[in-house]
């Protein structure tokens, strides 16, 4: 009780700007309630008993957050929680893609569970909201702390997610790596703030700006490390190492969520860092390192994505590539941010599409999705052939599809801001993706309808069901409103 007493409610607390991190974190713990609502040691017959009311309970929940980030104002930014937290327009987005990454993994996650023959679907649900609320903690940190606490928050629940099937090696193996590689990356990113906090004396964003000793040695060192921590979940080059084990051993519908969702959350944290940082020297080294990174991830992501077999690893290197892309926008700062995100939007709907429908083929093949596995899909699943489809058009960013729009958005206000060299690397990069994401679109018309599967004969409790169609079918119309009429969200942003 004594403890209670002198524990103080910040006097600058708002309740509108926690609203998603509660509702994120009850989520998690109703779906841990209703996963030990089982009898305990008895597993159930057939299907999870906690999955429905996990399901609906989470899926209603997400949109009405979903709802709640589209109707608040973040216009006019404010500080609260004793400034650590911060809701501003990036804010606002960021949740609300997290979000929507978020409920597209629970319609679609149970049909890999059950495949698998897995019977926790509410912890994977619980985990799934774990991460979500790390991510947006990481989105709204206006503290190095939060930002921190936020990161390690959604690592860990995402290891726990790579490795949601003990019984595959594969997913042991996607676990182990991303468990060693990520806590070894959280060290760099934490060592780095140390510095920061050692040349500046604060650990909020606004007072280190303010501070006037981010032009010493110490503020230096400790922009290169927290950088290098940052772009180890961009995937960026030279830290993209381990994102094609990771993707590939990894449960397909984990893969597209943290695919998408963890980049959302880095990026929020590198502009916020770019915008404090300011045009010192510590401003001026994030520069450098970002220019080149960007421009070697554009080129080496999408070369190393021609000579894939395998669509996991190839969707892989084409996210280290989009995330070269992404770097262009912190890197010139000025009026970028709703390119940025209008291309993190369409990178969303059109990369997470592309693995939902990777994971319905591995079900209906039973067996890992390969380049040549697909040929010829369309004629024995069109639906699943045109949505995937319909989403490597997209991220090959040729109209009529979001893609396009959010790479000409991009591209072109990077001209506009004299900056020529990151867009004709970007051109380029994207002429090389080209050539991969059409040959693969292309493959799946071709062939012929009596061309068998490859790999087992898919078993009738394998076929996805109405979420998980309806998961891809979301990702399939997003990308053609965002590439027809990109105006209505657009002036949203």
């Known amino acids: 009780m004594l403890l209670l007493a002198q524990l103080q409610i910040p006097s600058d607390l708002n309740l509108l ?49 979903i709802a709640y980030y589209f109707k608040f104002n973040g216009d006019n930014a404010f500080y ?7 809701f501003d327009r990036l804010t606002q987005v960021s949740g609300l893609l997290i979000a929507v990454c978020a409920l597209l993994a629970i ?38 702390m939060v930002m921190f606490l936020g990161l390690e928050l959604f690592s860990i629940a995402l290891y726990l997610l790579c490795i949601f099937f003990p019984d595959s090696s594969a997913s042991r193996e ?16 934490l060592y780095g703030f140390a510095l920061l906090y050692g040349a500046t004396g604060s650990t909020w964003l606004v007072e280190m700006s303010d501070s006037g000793g981010l032009g010493g040695p110490l ?30 051993g990894a449960p397909t519908t984990v893969t597209a969520y943290m695919s998408v969702a963890t980049k959302v959350a880095a990026l929020a944290a590198l502009w916020r860092m770019v915008e404090y940082l300011g045009a010192g020297i510590a401003g001026q080294l994030a520069h450098l390192i970002l220019f080149s990174l960007a421009i ?24 280290v590539a989009n995330g070269g892309y992404l770097l262009i926008a912190p890197i010139i700062y000025q009026d970028m941010q709703r390119p940025m995100l209008f291309f993190m939007a369409s990178y969303l709907l059109g990369n997470i599409g592309a693995f939902l429908a990777v994971a319905q083929i591995e079900a209906l093949q039973s067996g890992p999705a390969e380049r040549s596995s697909v040929v010829g899909l369309f004629h024995r699943q069109p639906w699943v052939a045109a949505c995937f489809a319909i989403c490597l058009v997209s991220l090959a960013g040729l109209p009529p599809m979001a893609g396009f729009m959010g790479k000409f958005l991009l591209f072109g206000k990077a001209i506009q801001a004299g900056n020529l060299i990151l867009p004709v690397f970007g051109i380029v990069g994207s002429l090389i993706g080209a050539v991969y994401y059409l040959g ?15 790999g087992d004969e898919p078993r009738a409790e394998d076929a996805p069901t109405s979420t998980s169609h309806a998961a891809l079918a979301i990702c399939c119309l997003g990308v053609l409103v965002l590439g027809v009429v990109p105006g209505s969200f657009l002036s949203w942003l």
């Not at 230096?220 to 772009?231: A, D, I, R, Y």
């Not at 693969?440 to 490859?454: Q, R, V």
Request: net charge negative.
């Open 80 to 86: 609260h929680f004793n400034q650590m937290l911060v």
């Open 219 to 248: 503020a230096v060192v400790g922009t290169g490390l927290v950088l290098c921590g940052l772009l180890f979940k961009l995937a960026s080059v030279p830290f993209h190492f381990w994102a094609p084990d990771v993707y590939q």
């Open 174 to 189: 996607s676990g182990m790596k991303y468990f060693l590689l990520s806590s070894a990356a959280s060290a760099v990113l």
């Open 107 to 144: 319609l679609a996650g149970p049909d890999e569970l059950e495949r698998h023959r897995n019977t926790r679907g509410g912890e994977f649900c619980a985990l799934i909201f774990s991460a979500s609320l790390g991510m947006v903690m990481m989105a709204s940190a206006a503290s190095t």
């Open 296 to 319: 070697l991830s554009m080129l080496v992501g999408n070369f190393l994505a021609l000579s894939q077999k395998d669509l996991k690893r190839m969707l892989a290197y084409s996210g």
């Open 440 to 454: 693969t679109a292309i493959s799946l018309f071709s062939g012929s309808a009596e061309e068998p599967f490859e």
């Open 17 to 65: 700007g926690l609203v998603p991190i509660i509702v994120l974190g009850l989520l998690m713990v109703v779906s841990l309630c209703l996963e030990l609502r089982d009898e305990p040691g008895v597993e159930p017959e057939g299907t999870d008993l906690a999955r429905p009311a996990v399901l609906g309970l989470g899926a209603v929940t997400l949109i009405g957050l």
